[in-house]
């Protein structure tokens, strides 16, 4: 029996697999593709007035319903917000992400853009690149959106997939963050809609979602 082809998707806070390429995920899931959501932090300094392990748990509710409606499993690791490079050193977590990637052999990797403006962000992509120097296969590695609302004008290749049917359940599974709806999934729900609609016609589909091949 072959085995499953996987899939990577790292994020630093729970939603953020969904809002950068949740439509992807949900395709890929429907393909028969295994797709890994790793979570660097629950991102319980976003609800400053919940106690943080209340906010822990919600987070990490939300991101398991989510992960189950798309069809992905999640893996979830606890970097302290804002402290990432830092706590990622004091955690030693490179050798169990090594570990996973060589188990699973992901063919793509997705994560984030370096030019988004949140430091987090910008961090995961930092840790995906340094894991990749240390792996001896090479697997395609993309970059996805979430605060930067347009892309600055780059080199490397885009991929644009068709999410026509699985626009709807990204959607759904946006709707599951309901500590989030103030502070990330209302503020960017119109981009979400306008960046799908734009893709969409680039490849003359209904929606899209693309990306960025840097490796």
Request: with cysteine; net charge positive.
């Amino acid at each position: 029996m072959a085995k499953k082809e996987s899939i990577f998707v790292f994020g630093a806070h729970s939603d953020d697999f969904v809002i950068g390429a949740g439509g992807t995920i949900a395709k890929y899931v429907q393909e028969k593709k295994k797709v890994i959501s790793v979570v660097f932090s629950y991102g319980a300094k976003a609800n400053p007035w919940l106690k943080e392990k209340v906010a822990e748990e919600m987070r990490s509710a939300e991101c398991f319903k989510a992960s189950k409606l798309l069809g992905c499993k999640t893996i979830f690791y606890d970097l302290k917000d804002f402290n990432f490079q830092e706590d990622y050193q004091k955690k030693k977590l490179e050798p169990q992400l090594l570990t996973l990637i060589k188990k699973h052999q992901p063919t793509k990797i997705f994560t984030h853009s370096n030019q988004d403006p949140h430091p987090d962000h910008r961090a995961v992509h930092h840790i995906t690149l340094e894991l990749l120097k240390k792996i001896k296969y090479k697997p395609e590695v993309y970059i996805y959106s979430i605060w930067n609302p347009v892309s600055f004008r780059i080199k490397y290749p885009s991929l644009i997939e068709d999410i026509s049917q699985t626009f709807t359940k990204k959607i759904k599974a946006l709707e599951l963050f309901s500590s989030q709806r103030f502070q990330a999934i209302y503020p960017l729900s119109l981009l979400i809609f306008f960046r799908a609609i734009k893709n969409g016609l680039k490849i003359r589909k209904r929606f899209g979602e693309k990306f960025y091949r840097i490796q």
